[in-house]
């Protein structure tokens, strides 16, 4: 019902930026929560950054003041710009829609929980 597709990865010295795009596409009517997450190898998943539809959002610490999170509710399209990269933001990032408002098969509206996007890598490395 919720189709996610990122882009912007790549290789990226320390001190770089790189700005990373996830579109939502589907029988979409609205989505609540848009957030990236990562997971770096052998590492658990963690939450990187979020962005209600109203524009509120969350960052976790060690990216804090170098992310900023963004999104177009009108193209259902969240952004993450990475500035001053680090090595250890090293790993594969994912799209992430907590809850969305989609139109079912029969046309009725229901409510769409945890989509993930195929992930995208981002390493950081001179």
């Known amino acids: 019902q919720v189709q996610l597709v990122e882009s912007g990865g790549g290789l990226v010295q320390p001190g770089g930026s790189l700005r990373l795009s996830c579109a939502a596409s589907g029988s979409i009517l609205s989505i609540n929560t848009m957030g990236w997450y990562r997971q770096a190898l052998g590492k658990q998943r963690e939450l990187v950054a979020a962005?209600?539809?109203?524009?509120?959002?969350n960052y976790a610490d060690s990216v804090k003041g170098r992310f900023t999170i963004s999104r177009d509710n009108a193209r259902d399209t969240v952004y993450l710009q990475m500035n001053s990269l680090k090595p250890e933001d090293t790993a594969v990032y994912y799209c992430?829609?907590?809850?969305?408002?989609?139109?079912?098969?029969?046309?009725?509206?229901?409510?769409?929980?945890?989509?993930w996007g195929q992930g995208t890598q981002v390493t950081v490395s001179s």
């Open positions: 962005i209600t539809r109203t524009g509120s959002t």
């Open positions: 992430n829609v907590d809850r969305a408002l989609v139109r079912d098969r029969g046309g009725a509206q229901v409510w769409a929980v945890d989509y």
